[in-house]
């Protein structure tokens, strides 16, 4: 499909605008991936992402779309499990001691922190499917190593002493391909993040981590959920966040440094699509477009693929007479489709 739409550079909309940029080069390592039979996506947008204001958002949102059309392409070839999502949260069980870290930037947002407790506290526990999993988990200073243990098995100690706080990463592979009880005990200052789940050697993973409320510093807040991507080192990262940054009047500077901090953290990890979303009816003083003008510049800065949305569809008033829009700043089933039949064509 890609064949007849390579786009090396720039594209140019109406007016001389950058539409769409480096969706070649800022996409190959996702690309290279795919063709080699394995890949993951993660998509962390807003509400718009999590398919508010679509009839199904289950099926409707734009994410959900993309990794239906991926599934049925390549293969499933399992999950991503993440520790501060509201929707997976219910997933763990917290033992004694541990609570759902709150880090909601004064803004009352809710759950945006990972897994939190004392030294010594009870153990977390889930139950997987899998032939595979990759566990990741932060780290404060520590002496005494946290350990794994699958399905009453031996324990695997998955981190010895640590001086700084640091990401780690184990890997359990050639199990049984059924569902699997998992325990981890902390030890000491230990904080699982998430998980990969493989259920087949081939096909792909996508997480749509889109919770509604998000802005790019709610991304990065606290800074491990970034330092947690980077380290899970995902092949392609999707990151359209303008619109809350927009309706909250982020300072463009703010927004510019909270920006580049995350494109930062994640291009020598894999590949990012920056997506500036569709316009807000709701006036401000501060345009939207401003936003999409520091996205674009942080993709060319790192040569990361980047879609302008309402420069490629037209703004909110186009959408809205359309037939796009539930309301000024959500679309519907159909503007939700609009996403998808845009951003498919270059990640299939």
């Known amino acids: 499909m890609r064949t007849a739409l390579k786009i090396a550079a720039g594209v140019l909309g109406g007016g001389g605008k950058i539409v769409r940029y480096n969706l070649d080069g ?6 290279d991936a795919l063709a080699g039979g394995f890949a993951t996506m993660l998509v962390t947008g807003d509400s718009i992402g999590a398919g508010v204001g679509t009839t199904d958002p289950a099926n409707d949102a734009w ?34 001691g541990w609570a759902s870290k709150l880090a909601n930037d004064g803004l009352s947002y809710g759950y945006r922190g990972l897994f939190s407790h004392s030294s010594g506290d009870g153990n977390l526990t889930i139950s997987a499917n899998g032939i595979a999993f990759d566990f990741y988990c932060f780290r404060g200073s520590a002496t005494v190593a946290h350990t794994i243990t699958i399905d009453a098995g031996t324990p695997v100690s998955a981190g010895g002493p640590v001086a700084t706080a640091s990401f ?20 000491g200052l230990a904080y699982p993040s998430g998980f990969l789940a493989r259920t087949s050697s081939t096909g792909v ?27 899970i080192g995902f092949d392609l990262n999707i990151i359209p966040l303008t619109i809350n940054d927009y309706l909250n009047q982020t300072a463009l500077a703010t927004y510019e440094g909270y920006l580049d901090t995350t494109v930062g953290g994640l291009v020598d990890y894999g590949s990012v699509l920056l997506v500036a979303e569709n316009e807000s009816g709701t006036p401000k003083t501060i345009p939207q477009s401003e936003y999409a003008k520091i996205m674009l510049k942080i993709a060319q800065k790192y040569g990361c693929a980047y879609i302008d949305i309402p420069g490629i569809l037209g703004g909110y008033d186009t959408w809205n007479t359309s037939g796009w829009m539930t309301d000024a700043t959500h679309p519907n089933t159909s503007g939700s489709d609009q996403y998808y039949q845009e951003l498919v064509k270059w990640l299939a």
């Open 168 to 187: 780690e990463k184990t890997s359990f592979s050639g199990l049984a391909s059924a569902n699997h009880d998992i325990v981890i005990d902390p030890g």
């Open 63 to 96: 994410p959900n779309k993309i990794k239906a059309n991926l599934i049925s392409t390549y293969g499933d070839a399992g999950r991503y499990v993440a520790a501060f999502n509201n929707d997976e949260l219910a997933e763990w069980t917290l033992g004694t």
């Open 26 to 31: 800022g996409l190959q390592h996702y690309l």
């Open 205 to 231: 993973i996508v997480d749509n981590s889109s919770v509604s409320g998000y802005t790019v510093k709610l991304f990065m807040t606290p800074a491990q959920k970034i330092q947690h991507r980077a380290a």
